[in-house]
């Protein structure tokens, strides 16, 4: 249980600190969207800092002049995944 802590907050806390780069490197094993999705929400990486906000991240992504079309789709992907995880 506790490596699996480790895992999730190490997953969040990498998201948090460049979310484009997480994201562009994400796209490159598309299949694990679901997983680390799972993975964030089991961290709360949304929800628990006050500048946490899903919203503005969903608008940073579809915005990216940084990301290609396809990391932005990963991008949406992965914040989708994460609200079905509450759901």
């Not at 089991?42 to 990391?71: C, F, M, P, Q, V």
């Amino acid at each position: 249980r506790e490596e699996y802590f480790k895992f999730t907050e190490t997953i969040a806390n990498t998201y948090r600190l460049d979310k484009l780069e997480f994201i562009r490197a994400l796209a490159k094993v598309p299949n694990k969207v679901n997983i680390v999705a799972y993975a964030m929400y089991d961290a709360r990486a949304y929800g628990t800092l006050e500048d946490d906000n899903l919203s503005d991240d969903l608008e940073l992504i579809i915005s990216s002049k940084e990301l290609t079309d396809e990391e932005k789709d990963t991008g949406v992907r992965l914040l989708n995944a994460y609200l079905e995880c509450g759901a």
